[in-house]
């Protein structure tokens, strides 16, 4: 096929997400969608976060959640993912989404993002997240992607307090 999204082992997809992305990215002038994420913890199903429903991600939407995103997009958007481990996937979407223009469609099923206490999201200190956000708003070229890392990195200390204050992840 023409389009990429990526989906972890662990990770499922609502009925008709796919499907919606997909016309939603077709549809588009820049064929780039985005499915939109609720995280829920493994076994209980219970809600963590969830990005808000609404019909466009923004950019302001992509700073303020904590978390990552899932875009659908032409493979004529696909790059390599070269450095930073741990958030090379959102750094690529944030492309994605600067390449929109700073919104994209958003689909109203979720990609349902599983915490699962073995996973790599939930055994890495925030701290380590922070240290590539902070290199990435150092070595990054592009304004608007230190912009999102500056903001990224500002939230990501937060919520390593609140974590360290006893807070469920």
Not at 27 to 44: C, H, M, P, Q, V
Not at 45 to 73: I, K, M, N, W
Not at 117 to 135: G, K
């Amino acid at each position: 096929g023409n389009f990429i999204t990526k989906l972890d082992s662990d990770d499922s997809l609502a009925p008709h997400a796919l499907a919606e992305g997909l016309d939603l990215a077709l549809a588009s002038d820049k064929n780039i969608a985005f499915l939109r994420t609720r995280y829920i913890y493994e076994g209980t199903g219970e809600l963590c976060r969830e990005l808000p429903a609404s019909p466009l991600l923004t950019l302001q939407d992509f700073v303020a959640f904590h978390g990552s995103l899932h875009a659908l997009y032409h493979r004529r958007w696909w790059q390599p993912y070269a450095t930073h481990f741990l958030s090379q996937d959102v750094l690529h979407d944030g492309r994605l989404l600067i390449a929109s223009g700073g919104t994209a469609p958003l689909t109203q099923a979720p990609y349902l993002l599983t915490l699962q206490p073995r996973s790599i999201t939930a055994n890495t200190l925030q701290e380590a997240f922070n240290a590539e956000y902070a290199a990435i708003v150092e070595e990054e070229a592009d304004p608007a992607i230190r912009f999102i890392y500056a903001e990224k990195l500002r939230i990501g200390i937060l919520y390593a307090a609140l974590l360290k204050s006893g807070a469920k992840p």
